[in-house]
């Protein structure tokens, strides 16, 4: 894949439209969350990449569905209701309280009854959204750069996922941390989890984290233009001094998790051969380390090439 189709954004130029609109998806994130059905591990309120955003995808809603999209394109909240209904807020520079207030009313046209928990996670501080004038930034460019740079990790973390035949989760975007992930199980139980994320229940962490994993994923901070993680859940004997590739990453003590900054990747002479070696061995030193059943779990994506 050419480095022209990785986008540059550095974190700097862009960081408090990066948390503007952090507090804006977990506005939305929260709006699934009151309505979509407990699935393991909090997999129901996560995000997706779309081809102009970021979606929700279909919310259920008594006996209809709706959903709710970041169109980065054209700069819209959308919101459309198998009622045939639609309502759309502007993305464009103004506090998360306006946000908020905007979102919720605009949910209130379409009929659908809601109440979030009205202050973010896995922040600090945690602003309630109600009375958060303090982000207020949105440069249109940087925004849909980022998603640019999220399509690009979409697509090569989902030709990763395909290896695996075991339990994996979507690839999907956690909104409390804001980061798109994808995560392996190697389908045994797990210590329960020590939480201690800002303005976040322990009990969340003990439900995401109550299974054995292996996981990955791209966050728009951990270098100039973001990174590319990966770490496991407990982490065995020997991880992090695991041999992998590329050359540019490596395991921070501090985060617990091997790390290859994006701009790295970016201007790699073949960024997608670079992540994917990342995304590989780094897997490989989880489940070499901790003992997982490879043989049963793993398997090749082109076993039926032949008849497609």
């Known amino acids: 894949m050419s480095r022209t189709m990785w986008p540059q954004l550095r974190v700097a130029d862009w960081t408090e439209t990066r948390d503007t609109l952090h507090m804006w998806t977990q506005i939305v994130g929260k709006i699934r ?11 129901q309120v996560t995000l997706y990449v779309s081809p102009r955003g970021l979606t929700t995808s279909a919310i259920p ?17 959308r919101m459309r209701s198998s009622n045939g209904t639609h309502r759309t807020v502007a993305l464009e520079p103004k506090p998360v309280a306006d946000f908020y207030r905007e979102t919720m009313h605009a949910l209130g ?21 109600g009375e958060d004038r303090q ?12 998603w640019r740079q999220l399509l690009q990790a979409n697509r090569v973390l989902g030709e990763f996922r395909s290896h695996f035949v075991g339990k994996v989760s979507p690839v999907h ?14 389908g045994r139980t797990a210590p329960s989890h020590p939480g201690g994320a800002p303005n976040c229940g322990d009990w969340v962490m003990v439900e995401g984290y109550s299974r054995e994993l292996s996981s990955c994923g791209f966050w728009p901070g951990g270098g100039e233009e973001g990174a590319f993680y990966s770490y496991a859940y407990p982490e065995p004997d020997g991880f992090a001094d695991h041999p992998i590739s590329p050359a540019d990453a490596f ?54 090439q032949e008849h497609r």
Do not use: K
């Not at 975007?173 to 190697?186: H, V």
């Open 135 to 146: 982000h207020a930034s949105y440069d249109p460019n940087a925004a849909q750069l980022f």
């Open 173 to 186: 975007f956690f909104w409390g941390a804001m980061d798109l992930a994808c995560t392996r199980f190697s």
């Open 61 to 77: 809603y008594r006996a209809g569905v709706f959903d709710i999209e970041f169109d980065l394109l054209d700069h819209l909240l």
């Open 33 to 43: 969350l009151a309505h979509a059905p407990l699935v393991n591990h909090w997999w």
């Open 251 to 304: 395991y921070s003590p501090d985060l617990g998790q091997f790390l290859l900054p994006y701009e790295r990747v970016r201007t790699a002479a073949d960024p997608d051969r670079a992540v994917a070696d990342f995304l590989h061995t780094t897997y490989e030193a989880a489940a070499e380390h901790g003992d997982w059943d490879r043989a049963a779990l793993e398997e090749d994506p082109n076993r039926w």
């Open 109 to 129: 046209d379409l009929g659908i009854e809601t109440r979030i928990q009205a202050h973010p996670n896995e922040v600090d501080p945690a602003i309630p959204f």
